[in-house]
């Protein structure tokens, strides 16, 4: 970088003519990006005064404020320092068809955070894979995604600084912060050029915008997010007229045979006279680790997938009937609504995340993709493909911040599911409970076998653990999740 030429420029009448072409193409493709639901993220990061502010007010001009937000992330607030360091990105992550624009971003971790020492090594240097996968996930989401990284050198930074402190109205703008990165310029330098190593991707690239001249920076920002766009629209024309060629031929999901669930034994019980008392020493246990884990400020995140009536509700019941009810949420998940599937998949998961210390428990989850939307072909293969390393990259994260999570299969046998269905529908109180869509799920037993078995497989990670519960017996079922919660929760506590 300190070998960029500084100096390029454009002269006026230049810049005028080739700025009237381009603010009519960014108009056009902006309005083309909404009717393909295409979501485009740019992202500006930069020195302090290498004018951040003055371009993205120029970038704006062209564009139709109804289809964008802009996202000044320059400190996290409270609630965002008690979440995972990505958390409050996802939950920024534009609509399909809009736009968002991040002044400053998740790359604060491996820059001002690194620099200033913040944060551990250990921390910033994880962040570099996060951050990757982060923006793969919502490329291959379909996510236009450009990162533009403004440029000066240490004397012009000087200068500007000195010019902005001598003009009453915003000497505010220049504080000590930034005169200590202009005294750390080499340090900032060397956290830069690495950051752009480790993060310039073909789905994410980096642009390195030297404003030195701010008609020639304002050009090269436009023509940058103008090709980006393009790209795309070519890209998904292209894939549209090869599918019209090669259609392929959708297949419901066959059995090749089970070798976790098969092997489950679905005899085991416990006797009502044990049940009872054992319930509720455990209940009083569980309430007193969850007061733990709010002291210490330790997220816990529970996850239950099953079978359908397999006795996901009434062991949650059982779970929270004595925790404090303003400590936890039960997050019940169904089918995507309308807004919803404006976004990632697990963007809608992301915003449900606990706050440090707090505990949600999520009836259903992301493992919805590689589940149901698989079976039942709403998403397509290479969605549900990919999902695995997502989630997985997902719950690694937020293990790293700190969480605990627990994730618990619920399995029944097939006569087992039948009586369970039967005595819903002959029971007036219970016939809520039954619909035409479990029974039509029932006949598809197998293919979801075989869709469960290749998700225990491939997301049972030793930080994030599936653990196979045999709920043929709903009193032995509780008993396990709730002694399985405690030990890993007390192993968690011990380890801090």
């Given at each position: ?15 005028h ?30 020195w302090?005064?290498?004018?951040k ?16 937000t ?19 990105y ?6 399909r068809?809009?736009?968002a ?33 982060f ?11 450009v990162?533009?990284?403004l ?5 012009e ?22 005169w ?15 950051m ?27 023509t ?49 006279l ?32 099953g ?8 062991n949650?019941k059982r ?23 404006e976004?990632?998949y ?18 259903r989850?992301?493992?919805g993709?590689?589940?149901?939307e ?40 097939q ?8 005595e ?24 979801y ?6 998700m ?28 399985t ?12």
């Amino acid at each position: 970088m300190e070998k960029v030429d500084l100096t390029n420029k454009i002269g006026k009448a230049e810049y005028h003519k080739v700025m009237q072409e381009l603010t009519i193409k960014m108009g056009e493709l902006q309005r083309q990006a909404r009717q393909m639901d295409i979501p485009i993220t740019l992202v500006f990061e930069g020195w302090g005064a290498s004018g951040k502010g003055m371009l993205l007010n120029k970038l704006i001009q062209a564009l139709d404020p109804r289809g964008l937000t802009v996202y000044p992330m320059n400190n996290a607030t409270e609630e965002d320092k008690l979440h995972p360091y990505l958390w409050r990105y996802w939950v920024r992550i534009p609509q399909r068809g809009r736009v968002a624009i991040f002044d400053q971003s998740w790359y604060q971790r491996v820059l001002a955070e690194r620099v200033e020492n913040l944060i551990k090594e250990k921390k910033w240097r994880k962040a570099y894979y996060e951050i990757n996968s982060f923006e793969r996930q919502l490329a291959d989401d379909g996510h236009v995604i450009v990162k533009f990284f403004l440029h000066i050198s240490k004397a012009e930074q000087k200068k500007r600084f000195r010019e902005i402190e001598k003009d009453p109205e915003i000497s505010w703008r220049v504080t000590d912060v930034d005169w200590l990165q202009h005294k750390q310029y080499s340090k900032h330098l060397a956290a830069v050029e690495e950051m752009i190593e480790k993060t310039n991707t073909d789905y994410a690239p980096w642009y390195l915008v030297e404003t030195y001249d701010k008609r020639s920076a304002i050009a090269e920002v436009y023509t940058k997010v103008i090709h980006a766009i393009e790209n795309k629209i070519r890209e998904i024309h292209e894939k549209s007229e090869q599918n019209k060629l090669y259609q392929p031929v959708n297949k419901k999901t066959q059995s090749s045979g089970s070798a976790i669930l098969d092997k489950i034994d679905l005899t085991k019980t416990i006797d009502k006279l044990i049940y009872k008392p054992e319930l509720a020493k455990l209940q009083g246990e569980i309430r007193e680790l969850t007061y733990t884990l709010y002291r210490r400020k330790i997220p816990l995140i529970i996850v239950y997938e099953g079978w359908d009536a397999a006795g996901k509700g009434s062991n949650i019941k059982r779970l929270t009937q004595t925790m404090d009810p303003r400590g936890y949420k039960v997050i019940p998940i169904s089918a995507p609504n309308e807004v919803e599937r404006e976004y990632h998949y697990l963007w809608r998961f992301w915003r449900e995340i606990p706050q440090a210390g707090n505990v949600v428990v999520f009836d259903r989850s992301w493992y919805g993709r590689v589940l149901v939307e698989r079976v039942e072909n709403f998403c397509s293969t290479e969605e549900w493909t990919r999902a695995y390393e997502e989630i997985n990259e997902m719950e690694e994260q937020l293990v790293e911040s700190g969480a605990v999570v627990l994730k618990f299969w619920l399995h029944i046998d097939q006569e087992e599911q039948l009586k369970r269905f039967e005595e819903r529908k002959n029971n007036p109180h219970k016939q809520w409970k039954i619909t035409d869509e479990d029974w039509r799920n029932r006949e598809q037993w197998e293919p979801y076998q075989h869709a469960i078995e290749e998700m225990l497989l491939r997301t049972s990670t030793t930080y994030a653990p599936w653990t196979i519960v045999e709920a043929n017996s709903k009193y032995y079922a509780r008993i396990k999740v709730l002694k399985t919660l405690i030990k890993s929760v007390e192993t968690r506590l011990a380890s801090k």
